[in-house]
C-alpha cells in the first residue's frame, strides 16, 4: 500500500519510485512550483508545520517498503 502517492496538484497516483514524485508529471511539478512563485510562502519556520512530511525520504535515494 506503500508503492504510491497522490499529486498534490491533480489528486492523481503517482507511483513511490516515479522521478516526478510527488507530481505526477513535469506539468504538476511546473503548477506547483507557480503556486509557489506566485502567492509567495511565507517561510519562517522552515520545515516544521507547513509540510506535512512525516518520515517520506524524498531525496535519499529509494526508500520504499515492499
Ligand atoms: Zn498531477
Known amino acids: 500500500m506503500a508503492a504510491s ?8 497516483e503517482v507511483p ?3 522521478p516526478n514524485m ?6 504538476c511539478r511546473v503548477i506547483d512550483l507557480g503556486n509557489w512563485a ?5 517561510i519562517s519556520s522552515p520545515r ?3 509540510l506535512e512530511e512525516s518520515d517520506e ?3 535519499s535515494a ?3 517498503d515492499h
Open 5 to 12: 502517492v497522490r499529486c498534490p496538484i491533480c489528486g492523481k
Open 16 to 18: 513511490i519510485n516515479d
Open 22 to 27: 510527488p507530481f505526477c508529471g513535469d506539468r
Open 38 to 42: 506566485s502567492e509567495k510562502y511565507v
Open 48 to 50: 516544521q508545520n507547513e
Open 57 to 59: 525520504p524524498f531525496e
Open 62 to 64: 529509494e526508500g520504499r
